[in-house]
């Protein structure tokens, strides 16, 4: 199983460039199908509070991504904004959409906590469901569980996550450099934890308020850095062995251990 960690230098609000930017991206990274994608948070604008001008209303990003997917055959995370048509006065969410092949929308992720220190509740609600998908590849599968940037400091997402099976987690994000040394502490605790992969993508670059310097991870389930990037525009392509988590959950099943389960 192979995954693909798509650092980019977002466009500010400009859905058409950053879809051409992952296009680029994917040219040179050359997937093959049954590969995973994940793309950095709100891929398709940046971490923008405009939610009227961004949000995904047409399903412009939506569509653009089932068609990457079935085109190349593989299965993709990137959250966009999402807001609802028939109530236009409701808050917009953050939504990490995952597709697959044959225009197969395969679930959608809510983030759960938007950001109070920037911002983010005044634009957007927050979700209620942690949620978990399929990645099949070959003849392997492995149980994802996707989260979006913020959600990174709450472990019980985490933990809930693990409680539905997940064996690997999903992160897109645009964490700033201000905080950097927090989201690589974080990234490797949440895969030690739950003795669990943790694919953490950041973007790099600026937007009108924030620098970004990437630092996109992937960690094995015991805590072993796979690969990682700087602040270059670049993509991480990273070989997921299944086995690798079954196994070390059987050797020493730490996991099973846990004695609070009210998340």
Known sequence: MRAHLLQLDLVWENPEANHRLVEKALEAATPEPGDLVVLPELFDTG?????????????????????????????????????????????????????????????????????????????????????????????????????????????ELFRAGLSQGAELFAIGANWPKARQAHWRALAIARAIENQAFVLAVNRTGSDPHLSYIGGTIAIGPKGEILGEL??????????????????????FPAWKDGKIRNF
Do not use: M
């Open 47 to 155: 971490f923008s509070l405009n939610t009227n001008k961004n949000a995904d209303s047409t399903g412009q990003t939506l569509r653009f991504l089932l068609g990457l997917a079935d085109k190349l055959g593989i299965t993709i995370q990137g959250s966009r904004t999402t807001k609802s048509d028939t109530e236009p006065d409701t808050k917009a969410s953050n939504n990490a959409t995952v597709v697959g092949p044959g225009q197969n929308l395969i679930c959608e992720y809510n983030k759960i906590h938007p950001f109070t220190f920037g911002r983010e509740p005044e634009k957007f609600q927050g979700g209620d469901k942690v949620t978990t998908y399929d990645w099949p590849s070959g003849t392997n599968t492995l149980k994802v569980c996707p989260a979006v940037c913020y959600d990174l400091r709450f472990p």
């Open 230 to 251: 700087g602040a270059e525009t670049a993509t991480l392509s990273i070989d997921i062995d299944p086995g690798s988590v079954r196994g070390w959950r059987r050797f």
